[in-house]
């Protein structure tokens, strides 16, 4: 067996797993940074898909429009990406890049009106259109039935 100061080349192993645990860090903020950039890019394709769709004609006479939380104004404890202002009110949307964060996310918001929509980046934008108006108009009709004398 080698000698443990020949292991992490003359380092004691003290130093060893604090190298190993800078090298952890490093990792996990790339890793952050990669989330980030996908979840971006997510939201990105929710606004091209709907701005093709409103050019195609395909935007509900209730949907009045739409815009991207700036990120300067992002809560993520409270996680609206999107706003989406329809005639009853504005109906929020979380974008996820992956189905793992969207559950997480119904974890620990379970009474959010906030709607969750996973977008792959591989998706074309009328797929991504379907899933995203799919949620808006569940949100739009929670809206209505609010609205609506009990």
């Known amino acids: ?8 080349h003359g380092f004691s192993e003290k130093k060893g797993r ?24 997510a939201e990105q394709l929710v606004i091209e898909a709907f701005d093709k769709a409103m050019n195609e004609n ?5 949907l009045y429009n739409w815009k991207r939380q700036p990120r300067l104004l992002k809560n993520d404890s409270i996680g609206i990406d999107i706003v989406f202002m329809t005639e009853e009110g504005p109906v ?3 974008v996820k890049s992956s189905r793992i964060r969207a559950i997480e996310f119904h974890s ?8 969750v929509v996973v977008v ?9 259109f379907g899933k995203v108006i799919a949620e808006v108009d569940i949100g ?5 039935q609010q609205a609506s004398p009990a």
């Open 1 to 8: 067996m080698i000698p443990l100061k020949h292991r992490y």
């Open 18 to 41: 604090r190298a190993r645990r800078q090298l952890q860090r490093c990792a996990g903020s790339i890793l952050y940074e990669v989330a980030l950039i996908s979840g971006d890019r």
């Open 58 to 62: 395909r935007i509900p006479d209730w």
């Open 92 to 94: 929020f949307i979380q």
């Open 108 to 115: 620990k918001h379970p009474n959010s009106n906030i709607r």
């Open 120 to 128: 792959n980046i591989l998706d074309d934008w009328l797929t991504i």
């Open 140 to 144: 739009y009709q929670q809206l209505v």
